[in-house]
Structure formats: structure tokens, C-alpha cells
């Protein structure tokens, strides 16, 4: 990777008001990946009409516990919107616990296998999780693209807004760690 690239690994993706794109409008995306191939990451703040106990038992997997059972499946992005993605803390330092799991540097982990569904199941696995169908992507240089043409913002990531912060704070809590208050953002791109 050239030098003078930006790395965005492990960082947020604040949509900027205007984001033209409805299915990103108004969210903040955790990314995992950031590379000369482009980029992945999973919508944070989109929870959809389906709760973990239910995904269990469209899996075929007994539901995991209460109160893990009631929480929300997120909109992770409009890619793959069939295939799970599981974002959690890091388990230990050599990690490898499970058959997908990619670390994100400096971060957390995401896993894509099934084992970690089972070891919920099975009330194991990660205690601070969030769950997501699909995921978002971006060509190599797409995203640097949107981020020139003012789409998004990008900051250091914060775990406790992922697992700690009610999902209709996280966008603002996001813009907060920029000591942005959302109000004084504006949709028109310019010059004062």
C-alpha cells in the first residue's frame, strides 16, 4: 500500500446528511477492512425486524438465553443480505476460535461461520456482540471517492457505542467523539 494512503481500518464511517445512497442514509458503518482492494464494513445503527432468537431458529440452532435472545439483527449493508456477520469483542490474544473470524487490527473481531451462532447456542462465545445481515462495500478507491465528494466522515471507532449505546443515540454519540453536534451539519456542500 502506497505510503501516503489513508488506512481506515478499525475506524467509523459517520453518512453525512444528504447521503443520497438510502441505504446508508443516516448511518454509522464500523469498518473491518480497508485495503488497496477496497474496503468492508458493517452498518452499525439499522436494526431490522427480526431478533436473535428468531434468526436461531431459522438456523435450525436453539435460541440463545434471555436477554440475548430479544436483541436486535442489524442491517449490516446491502451486500450478501442473506449471510450473517457476527462483530464482537476479541476473545483472547491468539484468537482463532472460530473457522471465519476475520481481527481487525487494533479493533474487534468478525466472524462469519456458524460456530459462533453454536456457541451462543450453547450459551458461550462472546458476551459484547452485534449481529448483521449483509454487509457494505466499496471497489478499491470508491470509498476514498465518497469520502472526497463529502459523503462521510470518518473516525476512530468506539467500541462502547457499538455495544454499550442505545442504537437511536449511536449516530449522534459517533459525530460526538468528532465534537460534532449533528445539528450543525448541513447537506449543501460548499464553500463559506
Known amino acids: 500500500m502506497p505510503a501516503d494512503r489513508i488506512v481506515l481500518t478499525n475506524q467509523f464511517l459517520i453518512a453525512m446528511p444528504g447521503m443520497a445512497d438510502e441505504a446508508f442514509a443516516g448511518t454509522v458503518v464500523y ?47 446491502p451486500v450478501q443480505t442473506d449471510r450473517g456477520f ?12 472460530y473457522n471465519a473470524t476475520l481481527a481487525v487490527p487494533g479493533g474487534l473481531e468478525m466472524t462469519t461461520s456458524r460456530d459462533v451462532l453454536e456457541a451462543l447456542s ?14 457494505s462495500g466499496w471497489a478499491a478507491g470508491q470509498l476514498e471517492e465518497e469520502i472526497g465528494r463529502n459523503g462521510w466522515l470518518t473516525v476512530d471507532a468506539a467500541p ?4 454499550d449505546t442505545p442504537v437511536e443515540q449511536r449516530y449522534e454519540k459517533a459525530l460526538g467523539l468528532l465534537g460534532i453536534d449533528p445539528r450543525m451539519l448541513s447537506s449543501d456542500a460548499g464553500h463559506a
Not at 457476527?86 to 476473545?91: F, G, M
Not at 462472546?126 to 445481515?133: A, G, I, R, W, Y
Open 86 to 97: 457476527v462483530l464482537h469483542e476479541p476473545l483472547d490474544e491468539e484468537g482463532g476460535h
Open 31 to 77: 469498518l473491518c477492512e480497508h485495503n488497496d482492494n477496497g474496503a468492508l464494513g458493517l452498518v452499525i445503527n439499522k436494526p431490522i425486524s427480526l431478533t436473535l432468537g428468531h434468526l436461531f431458529e431459522k438456523v435450525e440452532l436453539s435460541p440463545p438465553a434471555d436477554p440475548l435472545a430479544e436483541t436486535p439483527v442489524f442491517y449490516g449493508g
Open 160 to 163: 462502547e457505542i457499538i455495544f
Open 122 to 135: 450453547n450459551g458461550a462465545g462472546p458476551k459484547k456482540l452485534l449481529v448483521t445481515l449483509g454487509y
